[in-house]
């Protein structure tokens, strides 16, 4: 299987405080990684650093055959198109319709002709289930749904890896089932990802390898059977036991 995501030894630092302190992680390709740890573990920062968001200090980073940890030649843009990231904050446009926000990087990033556009973005919204709100306003929507045209938006550029950072933490319960239901699904058809999440259910069910981080570190990675039932630090122990 070739690496979609290769890390090696990556150091990043703000300021004074080392935030990444030496991680190596790969990602396969149709492979689901989970990266779970403690607020401030450097999770994010992370995520970050693999579509060029934050510069490294050190380390190679390799995304879809770029070398990200090498800012001088990358071509963002190209990159951007190749790695989509959702948030936990939708940042839908909220002036733009739920078929606007989804066309609008294709029409004007892409080049597509509008009638493509829509045509793609009819099939994007359908894989989140949200082809039926497609003329309505962000406003209109639950944060759920808002969450799930984040997702479409991101889809429709065609990404070969898609990065997701606590998508789902800041909705309820029940519409955080139907986003974390959107994500088993491109896991399902294949899709390269890698996620922060507090979920550990669906860690547990559905990832390839979990990662947990702390302090910066890989402290723990492997089958998420193992890290859940075997946890060989004491770290990882405490962790899972506050997270239950
Ligand atoms: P996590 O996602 O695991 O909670 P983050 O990667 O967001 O962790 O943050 C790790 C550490 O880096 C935290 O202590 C945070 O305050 C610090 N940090 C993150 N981003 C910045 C930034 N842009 N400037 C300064 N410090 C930052
Ligand atoms: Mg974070």
């Known amino acids: 299987m070739s690496a979609i995501v290769s890390i090696r030894n990556l150091h990043k630092s703000f300021g004074p405080a080392k935030v990444l302190n030496g991680v190596s992680l790969e990602v396969k390709k149709s492979q689901m990684v989970a990266i779970i ?8 920062t992370l995520l970050r650093c693999l579509n060029g968001l934050e510069k490294v200090d050190s380390g190679d980073i ?15 843009r190209q990159l951007r198109k190749k790695v989509g990231i959702v948030f936990q904050s939708y940042n839908l446009f909220p002036h733009l319709t739920v078929e606007r926000n989804v066309t609008l990087a294709l029409t004007t990033i892409k080049k597509m002709p509008l009638a493509e556009a829509k045509s793609t973005a009819d099939s994007v919204l359908q894989m989140v289930g949200m082809e039926h709100k497609k003329d309505a306003y962000p406003e209109q929507l639950s944060g759920g749904q808002q969450q799930r045209v984040a997702i479409a938006r991101s889809l429709a550029m065609a990404p070969e ?5 606590e998508v789902t933490s800041a909705l309820d319960p029940e519409l955080t089932a139907e986003v974390l239901k959107v994500m088993e699904n491109l896991a399902r058809n294949g899709m390269t990802m890698a996620l922060v999440t507090h979920e550990m259910a669906f860690a547990r069910k559905l990832a390839d390898v979990l990662v947990f981080m702390h302090q910066g570190k890989v402290w723990e990675v492997g089958p998420p059977e193992e890290l859940f039932e075997r946890p060989k630090t004491s770290e990882l122990a405490k962790f899972v036991s506050s997270e239950l």
Request: aromatic share 8%; proline share 4%; glycine share 18%.
């Open 37 to 44: 740890g403690r607020s401030g573990s450097g999770k994010s």
């Open 62 to 76: 390799e995304v879809c055959g770029y070398q990200v940890s090498r800012p001088e030649g990358l071509d963002l």
């Open 161 to 165: 890896l898609m990065l997701f950072d």
